[in-house]
């Protein structure tokens, strides 16, 4: 498979040199350029097959021009020890759920990946790469566990003063781990900042070899391709009719993955989920993108800090126009909608669900007549463990779930006593004492 970017499609690269740079200089996405065709393998699937196999297989299919087969399970098999689990609420609604992972974060999927895949590419290459990540909690977590023993990665990790969690002390460099963590004087928005401007000098990017670990690197993204997969490979001898997924929209990476499922020939009706500031339903109820009427090369870069996968959404759409009618299906929902399927949820199948979570099932049941017509199946993707969340389902239904014990561990706070930075420069001051 090659990649290509968004805003210039006569870039073609292969997988290594996607995830290494990150992001294409024109300021675009990268994307994969074709797919393979899996469709005789998904039909012999079934419930035995295990996550990590299902990850392996399409690993080995997406890059096999650069990895071989046996390469391709090794990075799934040291990426998945945890695995998304699918339930059956009734008769024609399942639940995906994502957070069946140390720190009860999706992200932990993509960033184990990511962190395989490059730790392989860097091995065979003799070089090394750094992460340059804003996060508050999960993503740093997440991102400490995956590093640890690595030989060519290291993290640097930008923080509000006080928001450190999930660390070590064997984690910090100081102590022969692979994590910088900074603490700022400054908001969230302020790192971003910082992270931005850093990035926006390709002498330090070139310098560290900077990457990130958030969805604008198409090897982040890429795992959340295995989701769809693996849950039709537990439905389809359960469902006989369609099959739509139900979810949040995010930051769009679990839509845009769906979609490059369905054309590995993943068999899947589409997508449902509640409208947003940039998707919308037109006077038809189809799907419309706001963004759309920009032309991208009047846009802004794509932000390596708070991506938006809209750009790669739009693409897809770009390609086969028909699928924004066909395959996504927004449905305006409203607060008292979203706190209603919260209480359906929890009273009818005894299920906690935070607010995303919620107004993606508010938006199926605002499909409930097409979903009814065409006798299918939804399935609700689940993103993050419900007690991360808890303040609106404790609002909403007067109570709320336990946080377990392995995420409390994963997410304690974490004390560095180490000085703060205010600036870029001194965060490459720091890189350049600490790395």
């Known amino acids: 498979m090659k990649f290509t970017s968004t805003r210039d499609s006569s870039q073609h690269v292969n997988f290594a040199q996607s995830v290494l740079d990150c992001m294409p200089l024109d300021g675009g996405l990268y994307i994969p350029e074709n797919f393979a065709d899996l469709r005789k393998w998904l039909l012999y699937t079934d419930e035995k097959t295990t996550f990590s196999s299902i990850a392996g297989t399409l690993t080995s299919a997406c890059i096999n021009d650069e990895f071989s087969p046996i390469i391709c399970e090794t990075i799934a098999t040291r990426a998945f020890p945890f695995s998304p689990k699918v339930r059956r609420l009734d008769n024609n609604l399942f639940t995906l759920e994502l957070y069946h992972t140390p720190t009860g974060s999706h992200k932990e999927f993509g960033i184990s990946f990511l962190v395989n895949c490059l730790e392989t590419i860097l091995t065979m290459t003799g070089q090394t790469a750094t992460f340059l990540d804003v996060t508050v909690g999960e993503l740093g977590a997440s991102l400490a566990r995956a590093i640890r023993g690595k030989k060519h990665l290291k993290a640097v990790l930008l923080y509000p003063r006080g928001f450190v969690r999930g660390l070590e002390e064997s984690d910090f460099v100081w102590n022969g781990g692979n994590v910088l963590p900074i603490e700022l004087e400054g908001s969230e928005h302020a790192c971003h900042e910082i992270v931005r401007e850093i990035f926006n000098d390709r002498m330090a990017v070139e310098k560290y070899h900077l990457t990130v670990a958030n969805t604008a690197n198409i090897g982040r993204l890429m795992p959340q391709m ?8 537990r439905l389809k001898n359960q469902v006989s009719g369609d099959i739509f ?29 509640p409208t947003t500031d940039e998707i919308k339903v037109d006077m038809q109820g189809n799907c419309e993108i706001m963004d759309s009427i920009v032309d991208i090369k009047k846009r802004e870069k794509a932000d390596p800090v708070s991506p938006s996968n809209l750009e790669r959404l739009e693409e897809i759409f770009a390609t086969n126009s028909l699928m924004m009618k066909h395959f996504v299906y927004p449905a305006e929902v ?17 299920v906690y669900a935070n607010k995303s979570t919620s107004r993606a099932f508010a938006a199926a049941l605002a499909r409930k007549e097409m979903i009814d017509e065409d006798e299918a199946s939804v399935v609700l993707v689940m993103r993050d463990h419900p ?5 609106y389902i404790r609002h909403t239904l007067g109570e709320a779930p336990e946080i377990p014990k392995r995420i409390s561990q994963a997410l304690q706070h974490t004390t560095i006593d180490r000085p703060c930075v205010s600036t870029a420069e001194e965060v490459l001051l720091t890189m350049a004492d600490e790395l």
């Open 226 to 233: 295995f989701f769809y997969p693996y849950a039709f490979s």
């Open 245 to 273: 997924y139900a979810m949040p929209c995010g930051n769009y990476s679990n839509m845009v993955a769906g979609l490059y499922s369905w054309r590995l020939a993943l068999p899947l009706s589409g997508f449902i989920c």
């Open 334 to 350: 409203s607060k008292a909608a979203t706190d209603e399927a919260c209480r359906k949820l929890f009273k009818d199948y005894n």
């Open 387 to 391: 007690a991360l969340n808890s303040e």
